[in-house]
């Protein structure tokens, strides 16, 4: 299994600000995956970060809005930039183990 | 393109009754397939998964799922309903066996179960 901490777990932003999410998994992985749930909608992959190199953005997502970095192998960070209400989602980070994927407990935004 | 789609986006059940979830999947590739469980303001827990391994695949909490090519149909089932089952499922597809991070979801079914 793999353990996923992720921070904050909540936050209320206003609008026009930035958060910064960060996802911290108990052993190394080369991919570290970030997705957003919309309020009562499935999961979209917004990215596939790995470490030493640019995050790879599924269509509709643009490093400009969501930047991510990768720092080391079990830890990476996700920032909602520029944020307004359509925001609000829950983010989650992901790892995958043995063709298992594994989510963090996620980080409910809501946007005012 | 790969895409999931689960007919019912509720689905409600008495105690003790067969529980089914459905799942049908399009991929231009044989497919991992995969169901999770979210219960309420908690993350994703695997149910279970289908490899390309044993087309019946058994799963936690008395879950199974038999993978159909021929239907491109991945069903959710359980004999008898717990009241703990209540969540919503999902049901997700990978194309890429050497990268199941890159999961594409279906629409979720909440499940209910009433005493």
């Known amino acids: 299994s793999a353990v996923i901490s992720q921070k904050p777990s909540r936050d209320i932003c206003q609008r026009g600000t930035s958060l910064t999410i960060q996802c911290q998994v108990d052993?190394?992985?080369?991919?570290m995956f970030w997705y957003r749930q919309q309020p009562g909608q499935s999961l979209t992959l917004i990215a596939t970060?790995?470490?030493?190199?640019?995050?790879?953005?599924e269509s509709g997502f643009v490093i400009d809005k969501f930047p991510i970095s990768r720092p080391n192998l079990t830890f990476s960070t996700l920032t909602v930039s520029n944020m307004s209400p359509e925001d609000s989602s829950i983010y989650l980070c992901?790892?995958?183990?043995?063709?298992?994927?594994?989510f963090g407990q996620g980080t409910r935004l809501t946007v005012v | 393109a790969q895409s999931v789609t689960q007919l019912g986006s509720h689905v409600s059940v008495s105690e003790g009754a067969l529980v089914l979830l459905r799942c049908n999947y399009s991929?231009?590739?044989?497919?991992?397939l995969f169901w999770y469980v979210q219960y309420p303001n908690q993350g994703l827990q695997l149910l279970l998964k289908?490899?390309?391994?044993?087309?019946l695949v058994k799963g936690i909490n008395g879950f199974e799922a038999e993978f159909k090519k021929s239907e491109t149909s991945f069903h959710l089932t359980k004999p008898s309903a717990h009241m703990s089952d209540a969540a919503e499922y999902f049901c997700?597809?990978?194309?890429?066996?050497?990268?199941?991070?890159?999961?594409?979801f279906g629409q979720g079914t909440t499940l209910q179960v009433k005493p």
């Open positions: 992901s790892v995958v183990r043995d063709t298992e994927a594994f």
């Open positions: 052993s190394q992985v080369t991919m």
């Open positions: 970060a790995n470490q030493g190199s640019e995050a790879t953005y």
């Open positions: 991929s231009s590739v044989p497919p991992y």
């Open positions: 289908y490899t390309s391994a044993a087309t």
């Open positions: 997700a597809v990978s194309d890429q066996p050497g990268n199941t991070g890159k999961l594409i």
